[in-house]
């Protein structure tokens, strides 16, 4: 199929975007709804509008809210949507507790520009999938910690409130031969590497976690492209630990992607090997989702490759592209100023 006839065809293409839908995703924000939350002096919608503004600029712990001295009237201003929810959280011996929750979405477009205006970094949509590997102590030493609800729960909150894309591997026969519960308390990221792939994660995070008399230990390796990384965090339960190493990652994830406004500017890209109207459709969105991006417009085709424009209003357009999504980078034509990349299936 010609690529004219592509163009034609994507109108009629349906389906959503994955890359919007995980763009959303970063502009909810949930608070859990105490018993006693009328007698609170603040209200659960500014924790929900805190924790987005965490997860989009990275400062882990901070109050960005009265930092930036937002009160309840703004932050509704703010909001799409609301929602109560109830959540079943695993517990102890004595079952599992339920907890109600307010579910907010944000206006994405506000928010950003509420970070923009307080001159802080934003750490866009193009994040990272880190594949989490976890050991334990077990009768003969160092074992792959499996099933178990609580942790697993913990892991996908922390995952939800930081905007980390954690994988945990199956630990089939081929994980297990890649990946050596040794290896993981050794911290030899490199070894996870034909595992990383196989997952289609983009990094790699190992977690070797030790019971002491009275608190729990966590050492941490991580590795991302060439960049690798080790560290220590205790805590009085397992949960703490996940909570402080996890939190260090998207610090350090966020230092490294985080983008500020620039002066307004096109960067030509040329994507190869777009063969139907789906690959051009997923192309189009991926482009249009990224961090930045005001505009996408098509100026040429030669063959299966397409010529875009990308208009972006910040920097490092190149790595937010390379980071995430279906485009292999190929070649920097610095004589004609274009990105060269191939769409990969």
């Known amino acids: 199929m010609n690529i004219p006839r592509i163009i034609m065809l994507v109108l009629a293409l349906a389906g959503g975007s994955g890359w919007a839908a995980a763009q959303d995703r970063l502009y909810v924000g949930e608070a859990v709804i105490e018993e006693a939350s009328a007698m609170r002096d603040r ?54 507790r339920e907890q109600r929750r307010l579910r907010v979405d944000f206006d994405p477009a506000a928010v950003n520009r509420l970070i923009e205006e307080a001159g802080l970094q934003r750490w866009g949509s193009e994040r990272p999938e880190m594949l989490l590997w976890i050991v334990t102590e077990g009768r003969r030493g160092a074992e ?109 994830l966020a230092a490294r992607f985080s983008v500020r406004p620039t002066a307004n500017t096109a960067q030509r890209v040329v994507v190869s090997g777009i063969e139907t109207p789906a690959h051009y459709n997923e192309v189009q969105r991926f482009l249009e989702n990224l961090t930045g991006v005001e505009s996408v417009r098509v100026l040429g085709a030669v063959g299966s490759a397409m010529t875009f424009s990308v208009r972006s209003s910040t920097d490092g357009l190149r790595q937010r592209i390379e980071l995430t999504g279906p485009l292999e980078f190929q070649h920097h034509d610095l004589a004609a100023g274009a990105l060269h990349y191939r769409f990969a299936l």
């Open 43 to 96: 209200p659960p919608l500014l924790d929900a509008l805190n924790q987005v503004l965490v997860r989009l600029t990275g400062q882990v712990g901070a109050d960005l809210v009265a930092t930036l001295e937002i009160d309840a009237e703004r932050a509704g201003d703010l909001a799409l949507g609301r929602q109560f929810r109830r959540v079943e959280v695993p517990g102890d011996d004595r079952g599992d």
């Open 144 to 252: 792959f910690l499996e099933q178990d609800r609580r942790l697993q729960h913990t892991i996908d909150e922390l995952a939800f409130r930081y905007g980390i894309e954690l994988t945990r591997p199956i630990l089939d026969a081929s994980d297990r031969v890649d990946v050596t519960p040794a290896d993981v308390r050794g911290g030899f990221t490199g070894v996870a590497v034909d595992a990383m792939r196989r997952y289609g994660a983009d990094g790699v995070i190992m977690l070797d976690l030790r019971p002491n008399r009275d608190f729990w230990t966590g050492r941490w390796a991580w590795r991302i492209a060439d960049s690798e990384s080790t560290f220590q965090r205790s805590g009085a339960a397992r949960g703490e630990v996940l909570e402080l190493g996890l939190g260090r990652i998207a610090e350090s």
